[in-house]
């Protein structure tokens, strides 16, 4: 069903290029006999020390979308599909702004693609009904009473420069153009070592205040309004420690504290909320956020209430009458 619905995607993509014509300033026609040729880097290591590699290596994309705007106006011009190492393409004669970027990503999404000025990647919003420890986050989380919460980035790989596509020629029919993409969203590690009563804990979840909405990768600039970041925590009984990575837009330009708050719900259901400020440790180069203070989850009364649980889906199948 996904490759399904990726080629769907894909196909409608390419079916709307095909009949896109945004800016004037270029003569367009359906044959190009000039190839333009893309030989795309990737740089898919993230510079962090965690020891878990898995947290370090972002994901080959499938294709790669290649947007050509006009130098003067920022308007879309033409658009091609590629493979994630480029490929061929077939673009009228001028001067472009190129910017390639990561199809088929998870949680980040893009819009604005008309002007390379609203180029935008964003994530969704998290509301009540998507996360159970919403509430309990907005009722004592600090300083972020009016933030929207939203989903974790993954990483969007982004290439750019300008191109000069000169006119046909018999001496010089494929013109190769040479980038390296790399992303645009921050990766962090996450670690709190010092933890008594851990083997009381069912779920963590950690929320991440004043950090960037969004980000105009087109225009190369971050969006100003704060959100916080929302991710769970994976929870080492044996190392008795909380550990994860996270991703973000980044922290919000300019001077602005950041705070996590990391809820703690127990075997028994009972919410506890851990707030730290970590605002120095965004600009530590390492990018690593260690919470030294201890934590202490006391042993949950045996005749305390019950965890709260959600049933599993049960199917039901029904014929449904037609005509």
Known sequence: MKKFVTLALLLLLL????????????????????????????????DLDVSDEAHTKINEPTYMVVQFYDILSGALCETEIVGPHGGPMYVAPGRYNMVVYAFDTEWTQIRGENNVSTLEAFTSDITASKSQLWDYFKSSAHKAEEDRIIYTPDHLLVAQQIVEI??????QPVITVEDTAVTIVETYGFEVPNITGIEYVSSVEAFVTNQAASCFFGRGEKNTEPV?????????????IFKTTFNTFGKLPGESDAFLNIVIIDTQGKPFTVIEEITDQFDN????????DSIDI????????IAPTVEEWKEEIHDIPIG
């Open 15 to 46: 079916a709307s290029c095909k009949y896109k014509d945004l800016c004037y300033d270029h003569d367009h026609w359906p044959d190009y006999n000039l190839i333009l040729e893309l030989d795309l880097k990737l740089e898919l290591d993230v």
């Open 166 to 171: 000169p006119p046909f020629s018999i001496d």
């Open 228 to 240: 916080t970041v929302s991710f769970p925590v994976e929870i080492d009984w044996q190392q008795k």
């Open 285 to 292: 180069p390492d990018r690593v956020i260690i919470i030294n």
């Open 298 to 305: 006391p042993k949950p009364d045996e005749a305390g209430g």
